[in-house]
């Protein structure tokens, strides 16, 4: 095997997408056949409206992560795909792709308005896929699923029906969210609230009998118009005398009724507010339990309907509001404005303001599925990492509504009821009937779809072919983990731990491993509005997809959020590369030669200590991944990689290397692949591409890297006491290696080092018995080893853990110069120093800045005092070098 098997210059555009295929070719990801254990994992399903965004990145990158690593202990390993129809999402992208074309889905119909859809789904379906394989996800994909397919479309009917059956889904005239926007019925979970800054209204309401006035307190004046009573709290002592009195509605002939009600808050506005059950939810229940009227006064399309006095109708919320204000400062029923900042609910899709709405909508009843859930929780049935996410998790069940599972839509789950308007019968089928069972007349079925949460909540089993009994629900059910991020615990999360409950007797998965969110630099979250997106691709394009995953491993610390620029995957980049030119320098010298199985070699010291840091590496690999510490299973990977077996052990090698016998080199090549062998699969479920070109040229190896042991921790391998003289030794080399660099030692030119060893410093002859490593790694032409102190004229003391070291770097330097050249940083530095100092003593700059600006400033601050020090301690020794005192004599020992 020559050194050109490895292109010089590393660049995953000229393997990553072969390696790929050889993948798919290969049928890797399919689960073994047989395995004591098993790991299995769904993905979240991408919605099909688009490309993967960062966050599927982020999240699609450590499932892939924890797959590989589950795959290669030898578990019978499955990760399932798919991609979500997403109801409201797609029927709105579809819809504005038909408004450019100049027509709409009304003007298509239903029937067309699906097929293209269909077109758009599958268009984006396809680039979905394309770009998971191109970021490396290791999924089944000949067990691929959609929520609109066929099998999970019989499985949603089977639900819908089973629970209509239990009496668990019911219709019922109920308010609800709206979107006028998107012409539909929301969840309360699919309703975002912002703070906005919004006005308080205070209007007078004319007592129908008499003189005087109430006045309320309203943040909506357009709904009035749907007001049925005006009510106070019976405890307050101001409207006491008003209770049981009627006032008239302003800008109507009607009047209402003043009602005495405990949820009234006294300190709120006036004490008296305008109850509408129709438009506001806290209204509702006080309508219900004084059996007042509910007057709908919205279109669907968010328009003032026919309720309302004719100069208002048709106009949209904004606009009637407007137009009320007016007639009211007019008719001088307003008595004021007030700003009133307010929380107000938006659509989690379109950002439309949501309208409480009264509507006919179908409901699941959840109270009885989410004590379940609960209880499941409290078994340890369902554990979160981190586990803080249980709050949330339980916080939810345990104020559970009943959830409205109707959308007013076209794509979806077609709900299966049907209506004979002959008869009046209503018919909820698994099947779709021909005819109406009781009168033989016509059918007429349910125009509205399931919400696309309800296809969703059924993934782990019905993607398994639930409700079918096959053989993999037999052998993958229940799966074992679920990543996904923090917002959507209550859409999807505990829902299907509630489906799985109910319709398995199970929960769906053990673990749920929560991961952050993805935000720029700023802290601020990605998006097209902000323009600090990043397209996952883009990334992959410049950095290549090891890259992505491996940074995003390393910075994700569980439980707080990512913050990333795209210089953040510089990291990824810059370690594969490492690995890259560390595999060219192992295949240039394992050309020709005699490779021995680890066990037949005679290993020394050197080899000893790094089987111990790998035997370490591995053992924290592990106990980090089984507890979902991603970031802590990155950096040991990376530690052991680069420091370990890069930086120390492959450049020790070259004493081997470099000149030994053939037995010897054949002896050091022999360990060295063994130990790059371990240390390539280790890393694999991080930098999968990389890995896999590079095991494939490893001699001796066949097979793909993604189907090989995963390496497993051997207490015969621990080294603890070779392991603490070696970091000694390390301190030695790291110390005098330091310095050189400090003083701008060239890297070729030799010095001389004396070392003098404390009396009983135990590694005292393991030091000297490593002579040659310590020559080789420092780069000595002299390397004397005593007890007594020596002429010290010309060297800079280094102090160290029973040892004091002396680098002889006078005649190795231009002192002048480098003495110039410190100056002329400590001016540069010394400009801004002070000018940290003047903003941190800005008492407006504290007081407005945001902290982590104000924090950064201090740690700034911090960095120049202390290069500041550090430079003129430099110059204080060099002088002292000069001017030929010794560098004791200049200042003592540097530690």
């Known amino acids: 095997m020559s050194d050109t098997t490895l292109a010089k210059a590393f660049d995953p555009k000229t393997f990553e997408d072969r390696i790929y295929a050889y993948w798919l070719d290969n049928r890797v990801f399919l689960p073994r056949e047989t395995g004591a254990e098993r790991f299995v994992v769904v993905i979240p399903p991408p919605n099909v409206t688009g490309v993967l965004h960062i966050g599927h990145g982020l999240n699609n990158t450590m499932q892939d992560l924890l797959v590989r690593y589950h795959r290669m202990k030898g578990e019978r390993t499955l990760w399932v795909p798919g991609t979500d129809h997403a109801g409201i999402a797609t029927q709105n992208v579809v819809e504005r792709r038909l408004k450019k074309e100049g027509t709409s889905r009304q003007a298509l119909g239903r029937e067309r308005f699906v097929e ?122 101001r409207y006491a005398a008003f209770v049981g009195r009627r006032v008239r509605l302003p800008l109507t ?293 090891d890259a992505l995953k491996f940074s995003f491993a390393y910075l994700s610390v569980q439980g707080q959020d990512i913050l990333i620029d795209r210089e953040s995957f510089r990291l990824g980049s810059k370690f594969a590369n490492k690995i890259w030119n560390a595999a060219r320098y192992l295949l240039m010298n394992a050309e020709g030669r005699r490779i021995e199985p680890i066990e037949a070699v005679a290993l020394r010291d050197l080899d000893r200590w790094i089987l111990h840091r790998l035997n370490q590496a591995v053992r924290s690999v592990e106990r980090s991944l089984d507890g979902y510490r991603i970031d802590a299973a990155a950096q040991a990977v990376y530690e052991f990689f680069w420091n370990d077996l890069c930086d120390w052990y492959i450049e020790a090698s070259k004493l081997s290397l470099g000149g030994a016998e053939e037995s010897e080199r054949d002896r050091s090549v022999s360990v060295l692949l063994h130990v790059f062998d371990q240390a390539l699969r280790l890393a694999h479920p991080f930098l999968s591409f990389i890995t896999e070109e590079i095991y494939q040229r490893l001699p001796g190896r066949s097979g793909s890297i993604a189907l090989a042991a995963y390496p497993q921790a051997r207490d015969e391998l621990d080294q603890p006491d070779l392991a603490s003289r070696f970091e000694e030794l390390k301190e030695l080399v790291r110390s005098a290696r330091t310095l050189r660099s400090e003083f701008a030692v060239p890297p070729d030119r030799r010095v001389r080092l004396h070392v003098r060893l404390d009396p009983g410093f135990r590694s005292a002859d393991f030091f000297k018995s490593h002579r040659d490593l310590v020559e080789l790694l420092v780069n000595t032409d ?114």
């Open 116 to 237: 293209e859809t269909w077109k758009v789904s599958n268009e984006h379906h396809a680039t979905i896929v394309r770009q998971l394989q191109k970021i490396g996800a290791s999924c089944d994909w000949t067990r691929e699923r959609f929520t609109l397919d066929e099998g999970l479309s019989r499985a949603v009917r089977e639900v819908f029906v089973s629970l209509y059956e239990r009496g668990l889904i019911y219709r019922g005239n109920y308010l609800v969210n709206w979107c006028p926007s998107c012409g539909t019925a929301l969840s309360d979970e699919e309703v975002e609230y912002r703070e906005v800054k919004g006005t308080m209204y205070r209007i007078r309401y004319p007592f129908a009998e008499g003189q005087g006035a109430i006045e309320v307190a309203t943040t909506r004046p357009e709904t009035l118009f749907g007001d049925s009573a005006v009510g106070v709290n019976p405890d307050d002592a």
């Open 253 to 545: 002939a009607r009047t209402i009724e003043i009602v005495a009600d405990s949820f009234v808050d006294m300190a709120f506005g006036t004490g008296a507010v305008k109850v509408t059950p129709a438009h506001d939810p806290n209204d509702w229940e006080l309508g219900n339990r004084h059996g007042l009227e509910r007057i709908n006064i919205l279109n669907r399309d968010g328009t003032l309907n026919e309720v309302v006095p004719e100069a208002y109708r048709g106009l949209a919320v904004r606009a009637a509001r407007a137009k009320v204000v007016e007639d009211l400062k007019a008719a001088g029923l307003l008595v004021r404005e007030e700003d009133h900042p307010h929380q107000v609910g938006h659509c989690y899709r379109c950002a439309t303001v949501v309208e409480p709405f009264l509507s006919e909508q179908w409901f699941v009843r959840m109270k009885g599925m989410a004590e379940k859930a609960y209880a499941a929780w409290e078994r340890g049935e369902v554990r979160f990492f981190p586990a803080r996410w249980e709050n949330t998790y339980t916080h939810w069940l345990k104020g559970i509504r009943d959830w409205c599972i109707s959308r007013q839509l076209w794509w979806g789950h077609r709900i299966p009821v049907w209506y004979c308007d002959a008869c009046g019968e209503t018919l909820v089928a698994r099947a779709d009937p021909a005819s109406c069972p009781r009168c033989g007349g016509a059918l007429r079925q349910e125009e509205d779809v399931l919400d696309t949460w309800f296809s969703s909540w059924l993934w782990p089993f019905s993607t398994l072919g639930w409700p079918d009994k096959t053989p993999d629900l037999e052998a993958f059910f229940p799966t074992t983990a679920l990543v996904t991020a923090y917002d959507i615990i209550f859409f999807w999360v505990s829902r299907m731990i509630m489906a799985s409950l109910e319709f398995t007797g199970q929960v769906p998965f053990r673990d749920v491993y929560i991961t952050g969110l993805v935000r720029d630099t700023q802290g601020r979250k990605m998006s097209k509005s902000l323009g600090n997106g990043i397209d996952p691709l883009e990334i992959v394009d410049q950095f290549g997809a």
């Open 782 to 895: 002299r390397l004397d080893f005593s007890e007594e102190r020596p002429d010290s004229s010309g060297a800079i003391p280094i102090a160290g853990q029973g040892f004091e070291s002396f680098v002889y770097i006078r005649d190795a330097v231009d002192v002048p110069r480098e003495v110039a050249k410190l100056r002329k940083e400590a001016e540069k530095l010394a400009v801004l120093k002070s000018g940290t100092e003047k903003k941190l003593a800005d008492a407006a700059f504290r007081r407005h800045a945001p902290a982590e600006v104000v924090e950064r400033e201090r740690g700034k601050l911090a960095e120049f005092s202390e290069r500041s020090a550090k430079i003129a301690e430099y110059v204080r020794e060099l002088e002292a070098l000069s001017s030929g005192a010794s560098g004791n004599q200049s200042g003592g020992e540097r530690v």
